[in-house]
């Protein structure tokens, strides 16, 4: 009996350890954290760069973090890009496989800070991208020797990952809720979250800051994710907020077991704050300072925000497949 007991007692506390949230600091008071300090040289340039790449690695207990930073082609006077060329794709377009990019811009790591609020962020550079080509620059209907680089970027209708650019790769190794705290310098830009498996957009809350969005005192305020989608389209559900303004604050997914998910901005670079892991709860229950009615039973919000398939936020009445909680289903 006094085995079992002591049994029991073990999972208990393995169980409560594995509850506990995580936390990773990318940057405070203007330092960097480690992983960043130690690639980077004073002029915080990288010093770990590798085909263009600069990847940065840590992880915490229940998750592995891999920070890539690209640089952009550097641009060349006489036009085009000192680029070596590969396979042809499509002759007739002079479109060709771009195996190496010789001259690039400098890639960063920078330490940020945020005006008032104090929200450090680190920056890398890139543009993120789901291909890179080498086209032929044609003049005047004749082919000039010379080369751009062509990009392709992230289409939520058809999906990918990024191979270049700047981005963030997170493999979580249970179930539970992720925030991630970000700089999106232009708040009119894309920002995803894609599910590694499906190479689609995962649906997240957001909150935070946004530019020129202030309260009664004039001071900067916190939006819920119902008011920044308000200030938002309908039309255009990967974008935060309205306009070309900052926005700083969380993006929150439900994380499942052993999968990897790349946050990145579709055409612009994303300032990377931190993150928050929490085993075992909802993305709903790691919202910031909002008070949610919950069923226990189930451990789901009764007044979650429902979305459809395009990720657009609906009324109750709306018909269809919907997703309520992180989870589809039927409304007839």
């Known amino acids: 009996m006094k085995k079992i007991f002591t049994l029991i007692s ?32 004073a002029n915080n340039v990288a010093t770990n760069v590798a085909n263009g790449n600069s990847i940065v690695k840590f992880s915490t207990t229940n998750v592995e973090v891999e920070a890539v930073g690209s640089a952009d082609p550097a641009d060349k006077a006489e036009g085009g890009q000192d680029i070596t060329v590969g396979a042809v794709i499509d002759a007739d377009a002079h479109t060709f496989e771009l195996v190496s990019i010789n001259s690039t811009k400098d890639i960063k790591w920078e330490k940020k800070n945020q005006g008032d609020i104090s929200y450090d962020y680190v920056a890398g550079t890139g543009t993120p991208a789901v291909s890179m080509v080498a086209e032929e620059i044609i003049t005047d209907g004749k082919a000039t020797g010379k080369y751009r680089v062509k990009v392709t970027e992230f289409d939520p209708a058809v999906g990918g990952e990024p191979k270049s650019g700047l981005y963030y790769k997170f493999t979580t190794k249970v179930d539970g809720a992720l925030k991630v705290g ?34 009664a005192d004039g001071k900067k305020k916190w939006l819920t ?30 994380a499942k077991a052993g999968k990897t998910y790349w946050l990145f901005q579709g055409n612009s670079q994303i300032g990377f704050q ?20 919950q069923n226990l039973k189930n451990n789901t919000l009764t007044d979650a925000p429902i979305f459809n398939l395009a990720g ?14 992180g989870k589809k289903f039927v409304n007839k």
């Open 10 to 41: 073990m999972a208990l506390v393995a169980m409560s350890v594995n509850a506990q949230e995580e936390t990773y600091v990318a940057v405070s008071g203007g330092a960097l954290a480690t992983e960043y300090a130690s690639v980077v040289d």
């Open 182 to 215: 970000i700089w999106a310098n232009k708040g009119n830009r894309t920002t995803f979250l894609v599910d590694g498996d499906t190479k689609q957009p995962s649906q997240y809350l957001v909150e935070g800051y946004i530019n020129g969005q202030n309260d």
């Open 274 to 293: 931190g993150y928050t892991f929490a085993p075992g709860k909802s993305k709903e229950e790691m919202v910031t300072g909002i008070e949610k009615v």
């Open 225 to 254: 994710n119902d008011e920044i989608r308000a200030l938002g389209s309908t039309e255009k559900p990967w974008v935060i907020g309205a306009g070309n303004q900052p926005f700083w604050g969380n993006v929150i997914i439900d």
């Open 312 to 325: 657009q936020k609906v009324d109750k009445n709306q018909k269809g497949i919907l997703i309520q909680n």
